[in-house]
């Protein structure tokens, strides 16, 4: 069974940032896609960033050049630096992980972004 734990969620004023992190344990095959979606109430969740096994990237137009996602193939573990944030980065950050056609999701962490 595969599970996903995020860590790394809190309050950040405005203009500073976090960086979240997501382990996945369990069976995990080598091909997969792992990302980070974000959730407020009332919205659907949106997809933030994704990152390959091989390492390409895709990021929302909403953080390009503010977040960076990373993994470690090694660990399988996927990681989100989030700079320059801003009041409307504000949501529970859900980590996601893809393969083989299932999609597995993470308990989600909250990020506020408040002064």
């Known amino acids: 069974q595969v599970q996903l734990v995020e860590s790394g969620g809190g309050l950040v004023q405005p203009g500073g940032s976090l960086r979240l992190s997501c382990a996945a344990s369990g069976s995990i095959f080598s091909f997969n896609i792992m990302g980070w979606y974000r959730q407020t109430p009332g919205k659907q969740r949106e997809l933030v960033a994704t990152?390959?096994?091989?390492?390409?990237?895709t990021y929302a137009d909403s953080v390009k050049g503010r977040f960076t996602i990373s993994r470690d193939n090694t660990k399988n573990t996927v990681s989100l630096q989030t700079n320059s944030l801003k009041p409307e980065d504000t949501a529970v950050y859900y980590c996601?992980?893809?393969?083989?056609?299932?999609?597995?999701w993470g308990q989600g962490t909250q990020v506020t972004v408040s002064s």
């Open positions: 996601k992980l893809m393969m083989r056609g299932q999609s597995y």
């Open positions: 990152i390959t096994s091989g390492g390409s990237t």
